[in-house]
Each structure stands twice: as C-alpha cells, then as structure tokens.
T-cell receptor, first 122, second 111 residues
C-alpha cells in the first residue's frame, strides 16, 4: 500500500513547454484533487475529480487540464508553462460520501497527500 | 469558499515548552484535518477531526464545530516538531471533498 504517489519530485521547464504531473493512489479512493502551494500561502485547489470520467474546476484552474480515465490515476497537464506556474504541486485522494452508501470506509473521508512536485518555470 | 484563519502565524518555542495553535473557520464543515509540513515539504497527516477530541502521543486536537474552531496542542515540544502546521476544512458531499487551507502556523523549536 503505497498511498498517494506523485512523479516527478522536481522539474524545471522553459516558458511555453508542456508537461504532465503524475498522481496515482492505491487506496481505491473515489475523490482525487490537485493543489498548488505558493510561498507563505496555504494550498489552493486547482482541479478535482469525484470518480473516473468526472472532473471539475477548483479555485485556480487556469492553465491546467486534468482527466480521470481510471480510479487510480489523476494526471495534471500544463499545456504551455508560464513563470506564474512556478509552485509546489500536491495531489490528494480520499473517499467521498456516495448517496446510498450503507457503510463508512476506514478513516471516513480523511484525505491523504502525495509528497509534492516542485516545479520551476524559467 | 470557506475562510480559514490560523493563529499565531509564527511561533518560536524552547524545547520542552507547550503550545496551542488555533484554527477558526467561517462556515459549517464536516471535514477538518491538521497537517504538519516538515522542512522537506512533506505534508504529514496529524489528525482527522471534524469534531471532538483526539490524542496522539504529545499532540492532541479539539474541534468545536458548532463554534467553528479547532485547537492543536503540542506538549513537551521537540526540535523535530519544527515546520508549518496547516488546518484544512471542508464540506464533504457526494460532489467531493474540497479542502480550504489556512496560511499556516510556522513553528520553530530551539534546543
């Protein structure tokens, strides 16, 4: 049980380049999300997904795309990197509260975070 | 979104001292977690505590959801407790589990 795994841990991009940050979880969590952390600030939500095939925007979605083709994976794509996207990116996963669910999973809806990806755009 | 305020923003302690960190939030929540971000940037889950009191070793936390605040207690602090402590709150529904983070309390424990 590896939890939430993010790759790469570090990345330097040139302005205009594209890349994909990978996130995988092995806890069968329905809910996955991406956050960015800027200096002196807490984490802010970029995009999230409540299950395979379903994604939605968070607080700061501009410049990022996501997809959720499987329960396990939730990649974040930067189509044309900009210096303003220099940040530390965190992926998180948890169970969500499904209507009609007759049982509560272990830990209820506690969220687990990956180790982060430090991205620098020059 | 939900506004989250943490206090104090910065805290310097002598090793062995006790401290209380506070998290106030602006709306009803059914999800609250405390995290420790260590000097390497990792976010470590401390407590999942939407209500009530929990203890884990030298750390304990209390959330009073009706009054919209949570407290994190650190007793007999150690240098390894240094880092930033974040409170994150949210309302979990079938539409997801979105967190709103405070800006953190930066703790430095000196030997």
């Amino acid at each position: 049980n590896a939890g939430v795994t993010q790759t790469p841990k570090f990345q330097v991009l040139k302005t205009g380049q594209s890349m994909t940050l990978q996130c995988a979880q092995d806890m069968n969590h329905e809910y996955m999300s991406w956050y960015r952390q800027d200096p002196g600030m807490g984490l802010r939500l970029i995009h999230y997904s409540v299950g395979a095939g379903i994604t939605d925007q968070g607080e700061v979605p501009n410049g990022y795309n996501v997809s959720r083709s499987t329960t396990e994976d939730f990649p974040l794509r930067l189509l044309s990197a900009a210096p303003s996207q220099t940040s530390v990116y965190f992926c998180a996963s948890s169970y969500s509260r499904k209507p009609g669910r007759s049982w509560m999973p272990p830990g209820d809806t506690e969220a687990f975070f990956g180790q982060g990806t430090r991205l620098t755009v020059v | 979104g939900i506004q989250v305020e943490q206090s104090p923003p910065d805290l310097i302690l002598q090793e062995g001292a006790n401290s209380t960190l506070r998290c106030n939030f602006s709306d009803s929540v059914n999800n609250l977690q405390w995290f420790h971000q260590n000097p390497w940037g990792q976010l470590i889950n401390l407590f999942y505590i939407p209500s009530g009191t929990k203890q884990n070793g030298r750390l304990s936390a209390t959330t009073v959801a009706t009054e919209r605040y949570s407290l994190l207690y650190i007793s007999s602090s150690q240098t390894t407790d240094s880092g930033v402590y974040f409170c994150a709150v949210g309302y979990v529904a079938n539409t997801g589990n979105q967190f709103y983070f405070g800006t953190g309390t930066s703790l430095t424990v000196i030997p």
